[in-house]
């Protein structure tokens, strides 16, 4: 089975930074896409950054993070890492990791999440 181990989440203050970590693990033949969602309690999930493992290495920002969120790639990792700067209180939100992964040849592309990291952005 895929794994989805996040790291980097923790308290920052505003305009601060932090970056964080998505490594995948397990039965992967090839990854389509890695990207990060947040989801605060009570609220719908929103995408916050995507890119692909393609040789095009696309990506995708939400706008309320564009400029400001970096989001890049480990392909011989298996890797994917979001640096956050000038963070604002309102990013405040639990960061999940996602990934469409590929484990065999004969498999579609399944879509894994991670257990969810906590970014607090507070004064």
């Known amino acids: 089975q895929v794994q989805l181990v996040e790291s980097g989440g923790g308290l920052v203050q505003p305009g601060g930074s932090l970056r964080l970590s998505c490594a995948a693990s397990?039965?992967?033949?090839?990854?389509?896409?890695m990207g990060w969602y947040r989801q605060a309690p009570g609220n719908q999930r929103e995408l916050v950054a995507s890119?692909?493992?393609?040789?095009?290495?696309?990506?995708h920002y939400a706008d309320s993070v564009k400029g400001r969120f970096t989001i890049s790639r480990d392909n011989a990792k298996n890797t994917v890492d979001l640096q956050m700067t000038n963070l604002k209180p309102e990013d405040t939100n639990i960061y999940y990791c996602?990934?469409?992964?590929?484990?065999?040849?004969?498999?579609?592309?399944?879509?894994?999440w991670g257990q969810g990291t906590q970014v607090t952005v507070s004064s």
């Open positions: 397990g039965s992967i033949f090839s990854i389509d896409t």
């Open positions: 996602n990934a469409a992964i590929q484990k065999t040849y004969v498999d579609f592309f399944n879509v894994y």
């Open positions: 890119i692909t493992f393609t040789s095009v290495g696309a990506t």
